[in-house]
């Protein structure tokens, strides 16, 4: 019983976290925030190379911010109606967003689940975590558009067109406080899934009671308890196994940062990243920097890495585009292993 406890001390923080997260990006998007994100960067100048990694930016920035869930959700149609916008190839903006959002997860505490859970712990400030991680998460970043780009080269070529669309004017609205409130707790907060919580529930509930913009059904659809739920009870599960078998902790406690990157990225592509953090967040970590490393950028070997994943392709063939498995593993692996063996020398 006192192992089941710990793990659940231990793992209820990211899920209430990333729920809070959910609601502002919601409460964001209903504010029109990310196309308006889109119409700038279908408005840079130059050819279709100039707009993918200014579209790329963009992702990073909202997975870094408002978790790579909501990056996926709200950036994938984004990124392809840039792409659209101007008549650019869309291949690369399509995969390019679903790379980018686990490349970019390592950032802050609230960019990827697994961030928190491994860390929970030993709890840190956001700033200081951010601090540790800031080189490996923009190398992540650049090394992410290279190798999309260098994939993509011949499609870049072809000449696009002049920005058209809807001229969006930006507003300060509630989703854009929430945002920046949410970016301040999670920097100067060792835990701030509660306070963004209560702040996600109170922005939601403005708009529901308010606005009038929100209906109750969709509250519950943003806070998705059909695969949070889940995800909890897994994650508790595997924390409780982790804290009885001492197996992975052993394994691990003479490696170098690499080989815990790569174990922990292998381990995310057999049983997921959130288990597999779960697993190793039970146990005292030597390297647990290197370990998310791993855990955030391993998903990007292939689809069983992270639920993103998933949740993009559903995304990606609501909107008109058609991912395939076989083409998002053959690009996804060169970019997985490059970021994680430079991230891994950088934590």
Known sequence: MTHLLQSLSHTWEPFVLIVGLLFIGHVAAQERLFEKVGQECARVPGGSLSLFVMTMLAVAVVTAVLNLDTAVVFMTPVALEAARSRGADERAFLYGTILMTNSASLLLLGSNLTN??????????????????????????????????????????????????????????????GTVVAIVLMLVLSHPALPIFILGVLVELYGLL????????????????????????VA????????????????????????????????????????????????????????????????????????????????????????????????????????????????
């Open 210 to 233: 308010i606005k009038h913009r929100v209906a109750l059904h969709d509250l519950i659809r943003v806070a998705s308890p059909n695969v949070v739920v889940p995800l909890f009870a």
């Open 116 to 177: 928190m859970l491994v860390v929970a712990g030993q709890p840190m400030r956001g700033s200081v975590f951010a601090a540790h991680m800031v080189w490996a998460w923009m190398t992540s970043v650049l090394i992410t558009i290279f190798v999309v780009v260098l994939w993509c080269r011949h499609r870049f070529s072809a000449p696009v067109n002049g920005s058209r669309g809807d001229d969006l004017p930006w507003t300060l609205g509630l989703g854009i406080l």
């Open 236 to 347: 508790v599960g595997v924390g409780w196994l982790s804290r009885v078998w001492s197996a992975p902790s052993h394994v691990l406690a003479h490696s170098s940062t690499l080989v815990s990157a790569l174990a922990a990225a292998l381990a995310s592509i057999l049983i997921n990243n959130l288990p597999a953090a779960s697993l190793f967040a039970g146990q005292h970590m030597v390297h647990p920097f290197a370990l998310l490393v791993g855990l955030d950028l391993g998903p990007n070997l292939f689809v069983t890495g992270a639920m993103s994943t998933m949740l993009w392709f559903r995304i990606a063939r609501e909107h008109g585009a058609t991912p395939r498995l076989g083409t998002l593993t053959s690009v996804g692996v060169p970019v997985a292993l490059a970021t994680i063996v430079v991230a891994s020398l950088l934590v």
